[in-house]
């Protein structure tokens, strides 16, 4: 977002306004820190402030502080399309189209308010009011400092709730710092860190809270369910709907586990592929310049990152398996010279 943008969308949020916040489809830590994070910031300054996501978030994320104020749109549909409805601002996070949110994205689309979108996914849509955009960043909470201390005109973020927000998000989202990061960020980092808080508990909070049966199904996914293809540098998990039954996974059990993948020595893409009622829905990660943003893209209805991406397949569990492995020779083979 330019200086000239940045300053516009301030100073319209000079006097109270009723603002909505939204993001995509199972939210993740980024999108939580994102939303959490400027829904305390714009109460503080006086705002009426709703949270929606189209569906649940995962429960290792109720800790946070406003997390219990989110609305569900797969569960209160009409009271969102109300609070849209009287919304004179929109922030739409950490996704690069509103077609990402589903029937939330198109009641948006019914009414004539600005929108800022703010996001650090390639291929993003290019025509809302206002947008703070970079694929490079580590994550939208990132881009959400930036922001804030923009308007404040300061280089960090005094308030320790959102600072927390923050720092949840770009911890989730660099995989504990170990990917995409730079300088600059653990600049900001450093600066998230003046609020003051205990990043320690915060990733005790993030990666030692899994229930016994996550556990178990992680296992479950390495020992039974895991195909390694040594030629081209790839893993594949896959979960069946009997799976989803017998370990009664629910929305965010499985996420992380396509990661483990990549903990195999030479293995640089990992793909796992789970089973659900009417959909076939494919986490891609990769190593070095392995673009898996571009399979997820080209053949999975899907996007993201150079490195993590998701797609979907509609045909069935054996077809997504199939086409993948159909379009991987071809893919390796552009891919493996820079690797």
Known sequence: MPANELLEVKEFLNTPKKVFIT???NPDGDALGSSLALYHYLRINGHTVSIAFPSEFPSVYKWMIGSE???????????INERIKEAELIFFLD????SRIDKLGEEIEKYDVP?????????PD????????DPKASSTCDLVFDVLTGWEETSFID???????????????TGTFSHNTNPVLFEKISRLLQAPFDHISIQSLVNNSLPEKNLRLLGYCLYKRLEVIPEYKTGIIFLTKSDFAKFDIQRGDTEGIVNYILKIKDIDIAVFFTQQPTIIKISFRS?????VEEIARQYFNGGGHKNASGGSHFKGLKSAMELFKEKLPEFFKKHKTNN
């Open 69 to 79: 104020f989110i609305l569900i749109y797969d569960n209160d549909p009409e009271i």
């Open 23 to 25: 993001s995509h489809r």
């Open 287 to 291: 190593l070095g310049d392995f673009n």
């Open 115 to 123: 929108i800022v979108h703010i996001d650090h996914h390639m291929n």
């Open 159 to 173: 308030n320790e709730v959102i600072s927390t927000c923050l720092y949840t998000g770009i911890l989730t989202d």
């Open 126 to 133: 290019t025509s809302f009011t206002y947008s703070y955009v």
């Open 95 to 98: 996704a690069n189209n509103l």
